[in-house]
């Protein structure tokens, strides 16, 4: 199975900082790569697909990139309501879908 | 609109079997593929397994032999039973489907419901 290895586990920022989550895959995925936030006892949100690609209705501060098997989500200018977990998912392994351990973004 | 919602007991005995529901509504189980993906509480998310479009199924290797996933296309439901229940499969489950059969990530998720094993 491809392991998702994502840092850091936990990140403090402030109102308009822009913050830069991480992925890194066990082997080359070739961007079948998803983005994923949760809200506490909230199900998990799609932010991002196919690595770089916005899902409908996601503000444009979000974003992601990478290739092979380094990946990052980056928000932009954070909002108050971007206080959640976000995940990582791989899916070029298909079916064995896995996930990062997340990573929990709080206020500074 | 999509709406996935799942249902079943809150509170199962260690060495039982579990039973989990998801009703769905706004897209066609026979178009569609939908996954189980459970979360124990304060921990990741571990993809289960899912039934295709066509009926078929697969599963996470490392839980496959306590594991089955079907259908009632005819009420839009998809059903797990998994048995040999421990402690560490008390978590929150959730099923969660793509807008397309063949998508590998998951645009609709139902709100969950959490199973406790325990005596």
Redesign the interface.
Known sequence: ?IQMTQSPASLSASLGETVTIECRASEDIYN?L?W?QQKPG?????LI?NANSL?TGVPSRFSGSGSGTQYSLKINSLQSEDVASY?C?Q??D?????????TKLELK | QVQLKESGPGLVQPSQTLSLTCTVSGLSLTSNSV?WIRQPPG?????MG?IWSNGGT?Y??AIKSRLSISRDTSKSQVFLKMNSLQTEDTAMY?C?SGTRVY?????Y????TLVTVSS
Not at chain 1, 94 to 102: L, Q
Not at chain 2, 43 to 47: A, D, I, Q, S, Y
Not at chain 2, 103 to 107: I, L, P, T
């Open positions: 199975d079948g998803a994923y909230k199900s998990p949100q799609l697909y899902h995940f998912q899916y070029y298909y079916p064995m879908y896995t996930f990062g351990a997340g | 996954s921990k990741g998310l571990e993809w899912v697969d996470n290797s959730f969660a998508d590998g990530w998951f645009a998720w139902g709100q969950g």
